[in-house]
């Protein structure tokens, strides 16, 4: 595993330039971050909302469930398009005009008044924000050499956790003092901000040619989407990661407030102490410690695959939390379970650049990402399901556990060795 780490940049030199990032690309990165920011506001302000959504609409578990994946289905289903689109016309453009369109669906939430129509204003949303992420992962791949992709991937994903930690309380500050569709009309407000902010900043930093630059084909870019070993096994392993990650994402304010028997207010802010221990164990170990191994001379793809694998494991102890309803033990299983899924993100994103080409990342990016998110789409609708049945979040954190155990054998078995990489791509 351990070798020169200019025999590390030779073998994956056609993957990504091997300069080191410039500052303008930093800056990109945390631009993408707080549009990760961004982004997960929309989508977990559901999950702070839920409990007066589901009284007003008179909302079963299961309902709830198939309300909360809705956005899923369409961000999914969305993600093979704006994959192509991506690598056509470059970054930019298609990153603008989805900001203003989720920032409609937001919008347009906070006026609906059945079950259909909030399902419909969440299918928008997640049909417009399926580009921000292949846009996203394109840019580190091309921008950032293999020794910077922990720091880079870390800084663009943990604007969507830092959206657990801040915007978390926040919504459920003004859930408190006014109600679930002042919530919506914030978050729509917060989108439009940021269109303008990306507007201003993103051609000053990466004039619109450089995001042109080697672009496919559409050809080119479905016949990347035909899965290799190792593609596959990287699709399964963020697959894994996705269904729990939604399962925690859409249901934890849900399974604090049960399991502790708090106010939803109270809930909403509880569950935004594990993100705080993520966000830090993300930095510390996806971003900084994966890097240092990688500078230190190790193979930036076994790193990442058996790193990948422990904090995989680490989010099992959502089990603990759904047994327990002692404070301490609740928030420490769940603080586990988030943080290992932090590390998961950009450990995965990274390891779908190695796997493919550049010139056809979007498009590759945005198939892991659709099976992924089809992945994800079902976590919501089965714990609801199960919720109703069984009244207890344990048979859900059941099921994660096996979900769990196919990812670990995704990244560690399925995906080939660098080596056999190496040939694959030959």
Not at 83 to 106: E, H, Q
């Amino acid at each position: 595993m351990r070798g020169r780490a200019i025999a590390v940049q030779v073998q994956t030199n056609d993957i990504v330039a091997s300069t080191k990032a410039s500052r303008s690309h930093w800056v990109l990165a945390g631009l993408f971050g707080l549009g990760g920011f961004v982004g997960y506001l929309d989508r977990v302000n559901l999950s702070v909302i839920a409990t007066p959504i589901a009284h007003e609409l008179n909302l079963s578990n299961a309902g709830l469930g198939v309300v909360l994946s809705a956005f899923l289905w369409s961000y999914g289903l969305a993600q093979v398009p704006a994959g192509i689109i991506i690598d056509r016309f470059g970054t930019r453009l298609p990153v603008l005009i989805s900001v203003i369109v989720w920032a409609i669906s937001s919008f347009i939430s906070a006026f609906v008044g059945s079950v259909i129509g909030l399902c419909l204003a969440r299918l928008l949303l997640g049909l417009s924000e399926a580009s921000i992420y292949p846009a996203m992962w394109r840019a580190v791949t091309e921008r950032f050499s293999p020794a910077e992709r922990g720091r880079a991937t870390s800084c663009l994903d943990i604007g969507s956790k830092l959206s657990y930690v801040f915007g978390v309380p926040v919504i459920a500050g003004v859930l408190a003092y006014a109600n679930w569709r002042a919530c919506f009309l914030l978050t729509a407000a917060i989108s439009l901000a940021y269109a303008a902010l990306f507007a201003v900043i993103y051609p000053k930093d990466l004039p619109a040619g450089d995001g042109r630059r080697g672009l496919s084909s559409v050809a080119g870019s479905l016949k990347a989407m035909i899965p290799t070993r190792a593609i596959a096994g990287v699709a399964i392993g963020f697959a894994s990661y996705t269904y729990v990650y939604y399962l925690l994402a859409t249901w934890m304010p849900r399974l604090v407030e049960l399991q502790l028997g708090v106010s939803t207010v109270h809930a909403g802010l509880y569950t935004a102490l594990p993100w705080i221990v993520a966000v830090a164990g993300e930095v510390l170990v996806a971003g900084f410690l994966v890097d240092r191994l990688v500078l230190a001379g190790y193979d930036p793809i076994g790193v990442r695959k058996y790193m990948l694998a422990i904090s995989l494991l680490a989010s099992l102890m959502l089990v603990g939390a759904a047994y327990s309803h002692s404070f301490l033990i609740v928030m420490g299983c769940l603080t586990f379970s988030a943080t290992g899924l932090a590390i998961s993100t950009p450990l995965g994103v990274s390891m779908i650049g190695f796997v493919a080409g550049r010139e056809n990342l979007g498009a590759v990016g945005a198939s892991v990402n659709l099976v992924a998110n089809i992945s994800g789409a079902f976590a919501p609708v089965l714990t609801g399901f199960l919720l109703d049945r069984t009244g207890s979040f344990l048979g859900a954190a059941a099921g994660a556990g096996v979900v769990i155990a196919l990812g670990v054998v995704g990244y560690t078995i399925v995906v080939p060795s660098p080596a056999a990489l190496a040939a694959e791509r030959d």
